[in-house]
């Protein structure tokens, strides 16, 4: 396949990727996404307590969808194996019978290579992770 007609990977944009506030920290980052949501009508649930751990950030949307979300703010390779984890982890634990749907995304806030993107959005997809990232090509 050639560079031309090669499919890119799309990006989750359910919120702005650069939020208005300054992001420097992972608390930061749930914040500004929490609130922005919120005035989209979602309940929010941050630190949302399982059985076996506790996502960063549980939303239901007005629709009944659940959104599982982990933050990151760096795509180390130790931390996406953990985020990976963690997600595939906390959604086992939800009843998906009381929601429309349940979506598992993993919100890096730093900038990203291309490359590492795209390696991190296909492993993501493998295991029907959403991956909500920019790359620095994107940035500039």
């Given at each position: 396949m050639?560079?031309?007609?090669?499919k890119k990977p799309k990006i989750v944009s359910l919120i702005p990727i650069f939020?208005?506030?300054?992001?420097?920290?992972?608390?930061?980052?749930i914040e500004s996404f929490a609130r922005y949501h919120r005035r989209a009508g979602y309940r929010i649930l941050k630190q949302a307590k399982l059985q076996f751990g506790t996502v960063d950030l549980a939303m239901?949307?007005?629709?009944?969808?659940?959104?599982?979300?982990e933050?990151?703010?760096?795509?180390?390779?130790?931390?996406?194996?953990?985020?990976?984890g963690q997600i595939l982890l906390y959604r086992e634990q939800v009843n998906t019978t009381k929601f429309v749907k349940v979506h598992s995304i993993i919100r890096i806030v730093n900038l990203?290579?291309?490359k590492?993107?795209?390696?991190?959005?296909?492993?993501?997809?493998?295991y029907?992770?959403?991956?909500?990232?920019?790359?620095?090509?994107?940035a500039t």
């Open positions: 050639d560079e031309k007609n090669e939020p208005p506030l300054p992001i420097r920290t992972e608390a930061d980052a239901i949307s007005p629709q009944n969808e659940l959104f599982l979300v933050f990151k703010m760096s795509a180390g390779a130790n931390e996406i194996a953990h985020a990976l990203l290579p291309k590492i993107y795209k390696f991190l959005y296909n492993v993501c997809s493998k029907g992770v959403e991956l909500m990232a920019s790359t620095e090509e994107e």
